[in-house]
């Protein structure tokens, strides 16, 4: 069955810290990918997607994803964090030869201390 | 530009009592519409969704149901609600053609506590 992995429930960073947040998933063909983020009291919004071509996508806000075929990976990363990407971002995948239903990741919930 | 609605934000409801949840989406035409139950430190689960008026398709088996009768109008019912039934629920909709943009836009959630 399809699944996605995120390895960090929370994460805690300061500002200007260096940003990673992990994701692995399980399907064995062809996938879209895609990071979602909800800040505070806001919905859920798309940060960025991957679909094909260059495997290192960017989206809003300064971040980027890259999508590694051989580890089943597609991890977020931000070089410098501020006070504002506080908020739970989540990974998920579709397998283009499936049912075209989003299979989400648990959850990470980042906290920037000022 | 689209909008999506949900209502209510916030429910409390004793055990065995019915449940209404609507969203409508205004804007844009023959959506793609779903229901996703949001549990803390588990993500997002599909509960159900809909390609058009009348078609409903059901990822889980559980104790709601859900009914589109206009084309930007998605309802999540039940008719006697469980403890289990506590939750956030989203109601997101996609263009038609969501198997090119895989994006799905999300309403603000409702907070169902069943007491």
């Known amino acids: 069955a399809q699944s996605v992995s995120q390895h960090n429930h929370h994460v805690i960073l300061s500002e200007a810290a260096s940003l990673e947040l992990g994701c692995n998933y399980s399907?064995?063909?062809?996938?879209?990918l895609f990071w979602y983020v909800q800040y505070p009291g806001q919905h859920l919004q798309l940060l960025l997607k991957y679909f094909s071509g260059d495997p290192l996508v960017k989206g809003i806000k300064g971040f980027e994803a890259e999508f590694i075929k051989s580890k089943f990976s597609f991890n977020l990363r931000k070089p410098s964090v501020q006070w504002s990407d506080t908020a739970e971002y989540f990974c998920?995948?579709?397998?283009?030869?499936?049912?075209?239903?989003?299979?989400w990741g648990a959850g990470t919930k980042l906290i920037i201390k000022p | 530009s689209q909008t999506i609605h949900q209502w209510p934000a916030t429910l409390v409801q004793p055990v065995g009592s019915p449940l209404s949840l609507e969203c409508t989406v205004e804007?844009?035409?023959?959506?793609?519409l779903y229901w996703y139950r949001q549990a803390a430190g588990r993500g997002l689960q599909l509960l159900f969704y809909s390609v058009g008026i009348g078609q409903i398709s059901s990822e889980v088996p559980q104790n709601l149901s859900a009914s589109r009768p206009q084309d930007r109008q998605f309802i999540l019912s039940s008719k006697k609600l469980l403890l289990s039934d506590s939750g956030f629920y989203l109601c997101?909709?996609?263009?038609?053609?969501?198997?090119?943009?895989?994006?799905?836009?999300f309403g603000e959630g409702s907070r169902l506590t069943v007491l």
């Open positions: 998920a995948v579709i397998g283009v030869d499936s049912n075209y239903q989003l299979i």
């Open positions: 399907y064995g063909g062809t996938v879209n």
């Open positions: 804007g844009t035409s023959n959506p793609n």
């Open positions: 997101a909709w996609s263009f038609s053609s969501f198997a090119n943009t895989g994006e799905l836009f």
